[in-house]
């Protein structure tokens, strides 16, 4: 096939699938047309599973799958087919298990060797075009592969049958017992040994800024007044908003550090990344009012909305590492580029305050950090006073950043991901309650808006929309996180239409992925493709997990509604993972924080009649993860009341007294 030709990819609406529509490779989307050829021709599969933003994936590209001598021996031998991983979660997610059984690999780009049956017998990460970094080339690789299936097909299918036999081993779960008291203690102490006193963070590099890690701490720190605990929080949280991974020109945060001290991102922006931290920021501001965790909710939003937001509210997935060849192209500066665009003056105190050198800090550039910056001599060499300082930077910054946009932009992938939508509905509720800002409520609902018009169809949910298509039914994560959003909107409006639409997804939840068998729910809907196991996730991972989600959300939604069988459901989905949990604590931590919240002494405070509103304000402001609070309006008088414990105390008719008791 020439490279000049389309190949099947070019009918696809994925960004990821379209930037591999002129390979030479003769690809196939996933589905029955590819597996029907493998077997009519008796080939094995060559999957590779990845997305549009990803640097090693265009890597390869450049290497391999534009490569004719690769694509002679793709097409000749294998039936090749892209994934995008973001439209199929579950396809990925299964044959990344596969992969780390079988090589204690993990990432992307992912690849595996499957039967025409979809059963898999080799896998790996990136692969070479030749062998190096130790790895094995695919020059190599796909001859002896093609070789095996041919001469020793049976021992592949041994291999295949024994992973996916070892896969429904550990996706059945059926324990139900009981969790140990003292394991948020020892989660709290494991995090303490994972973590960077110096930077904040937890493990070595890369380092991932880690933000359910963060929620948890805080909420530990609520509990336990363990101020270790909330410690480890704003060492964190100060070290990623002086690093290089945040943006400071324009916003945002890059995906990870490749160094231990936040300096050297790997700079590609994801849509759930800025949604996870938003929630931490906004929920360490509202313990410590911290005024520039206040600054980084806003600038991260004015991001979000100015870059990765479609015209009708809801928002892209991910922004690219990449421009014009390469990773970091649009973030970096030269300190002569600082200077010519600032002027001497201007451009001499960024660069002093900003880590601007003529050496540079990034392969011969700068990425613009605070990480050593030192305000106070700032301020004595340049005789001038914060206020000053705080308002020339702030200038400065606005025309680096327009500058900055006259340069080739990176690739963004403007798909519209129902999952991570709904994260960033949930999180622009939550700071929209508790900065009292009625714009970043607006843009939830809009978003929200958008997938309740273009997402559902049939009164079925989708998981992805691009260019006028809604495709593949959705997730656990889908539901999940929308589920989370509608509370958060309820909770931060006090407009029944959330609470209601919570309900319905809750019932769709219960309806569509409930292991009645096993208990929790599973990955893929009744409705969804069957693939060679159902899948039950409970391990976080880029997100949390749907499972812990959902027990979390559930136990709020029960308590809203005073329903006695959902809050039943969320105790039993925890109690289900229980083993799990144990063994390992943070690696499942909103299934811990869901069990967090089931064993906490939070509140809840039923409000009756009015005036509320001030009330209602304290609540949305202050930070209490474990207290839910709903209304209804039958008297014209106030009448508050308050439970704990499973007892309820007499209802209060004054707001100050009310207000008082709360705080």
């Known amino acids: 096939m020439s490279s000049q030709c389309h190949n099947r990819l070019s009918k696809e609406k994925s960004p990821y699938l379209l930037q591999h529509a002129n390979n030479p490779v003769d690809w196939f989307p996933w589905g029955e047309e590819a597996f029907e050829k493998a077997h009519k021709e008796n080939k094995p599969l060559f999957v590779s599973i990845g997305y549009s933003t990803c640097h090693w994936c265009h890597v390869m590209e450049r290497e391999s799958f534009k490569d004719q001598e690769v694509a002679d021996i793709l097409n000749k031998h294998f039936i090749s087919i892209k994934v995008d991983r973001e439209e199929r979660p579950d396809i990925d997610s299964i044959y990344m298990t596969i992969c780390q059984m079988l090589t204690g690999e993990s990432g992307w780009p992912l690849h595996v060797f499957l039967t025409p049956d979809q059963k898999p017998f080799y896998a790996g990460t990136y692969f070479p075009k030749e062998q190096k970094y130790g790895k094995p080339g695919l020059l190599d690789l796909l001859p002896r592969l093609h070789k095996a299936y ?64 963060l929620l948890f701490l805080m909420r530990y720190y609520h509990e336990t007044n363990e101020d270790d ?40 922006k994801m849509l759930y990344d800025q949604a996870l931290l938003l929630m931490a920021y906004t929920e360490a501001y509202q313990i410590t009012r911290i005024p520039q965790y206040e600054e980084v909710v806003y600038n991260t939003v004015k991001f979000v909305e100015r870059e990765m937001t479609h015209p009708e509210g809801p928002f892209y997935s991910a922004i690219d590492a990449d421009s014009e060849g390469e990773e970091g192209t649009y973030y970096v500066w030269s300190f002569q580029e600082v200077i010519q665009v600032l002027g001497e003056d201007e451009g001499t105190l960024f660069a002093r305050s900003y880590d601007i050198t003529e050496e540079g800090n990034f392969d011969g550039r700068n990425i613009p950090n605070l990480i050593y910056t030192d305000i106070a001599s700032i301020l004595e060499e340049f005789n001038i006073s914060e206020d000053e300082l705080e308002e020339r930077l702030d200038a400065s910054k606005a025309i680096l950043l327009e500058h900055r946009q006259n340069r080739p932009y990176p690739h963004i992938d403007d798909k519209i991901i129902t999952s991570w939508n709904g994260l960033m509905a949930a999180a622009l509720a939550k700071a929209g309650a508790a900065f009292t800002n009625p714009h970043f409520i607006s843009s939830a609902k809009r978003a929200l808006q958008f997938i309740e018009n273009h997402l559902i169809k049939e009164n079925v949910l989708y998981a992805t929309y691009r260019d ?18 509608y509370v958060e909107l309820y909770e931060a409006t006090d407009e029944e239409e959330y609470l209601e639409k919570a309900k319905q997804i809750a019932s769709e939840i219960m309806d569509n992925f409930k292991d009645e068998v096993n208990g929790g729910f599973y990955f893929t809907s009744t409705r969804g493709e069957k693939l060679i196991v159902r899948e039950k996730i409970i391990m976080d991972q880029i997100i949390p997990a749907g499972n812990g989600t959902i027990a979390w959300q559930f136990w709020r939604l029960a308590k809203i509604t005073d329903n006695p069988d959902m809050l039943q459901l969320a105790e039993n989905t925890i109690s289900t993972f229980a083993e799990e949990i144990t063994l390992y604590p943070t690696s499942l931590l909103s299934s811990l924080m869901a069990f967090q919240t089931l064993n906490s002494k939070g509140r809840e405070i039923k409000l009756i009649g009015n005036p509320i509103s001030d009330i209602l304000k304290v609540l949305q402001t202050t930070y209490r993860p474990f207290d839910i609070w709903s209304t209804t309006a039958p008297l014209e008088t106030l009448s508050v009341e308050i439970c704990q414990n499973n007892s309820c105390h007499a209802p209060l008719k004054d707001i100050e007294k009310v207000i008082k008791e709360i705080t």
């Open 468 to 485: 006028g298509e809604a495709k593949n039914v959705a997730y656990l994560d889908d539901y999940a996180n929308l589920l989370w959003a």
């Open 150 to 213: 041919e001469n020793e097909f049976d021992q592949l299918e041994e291999v295949s049958e024994k992973l996916i036999e070892a896969f429904q081993v550990t996706n059945t779960t059926n324990n139900h017992t009981a969790i140990e008291p003292n394991i948020i203690e020892t989660a709290f102490h494991q995090l303490a040994g994972m973590f960077d006193s110096q930077h904040g963070g937890f493990g070595k590099e890369p380092k991932f800024p880690s933000p359910l890690q």
């Open 229 to 268: 605990a909330l410690h480890m929080v704003e060492i964190t949280l100060d070290g990623i908003a002086r690093g290089g991974i945040s943006d400071h020109l324009g916003g945002g945060f890059a995906r990870y550090s490749t160094d231990e001290m936040w300096l050297t991102p790997h700079f590609e």
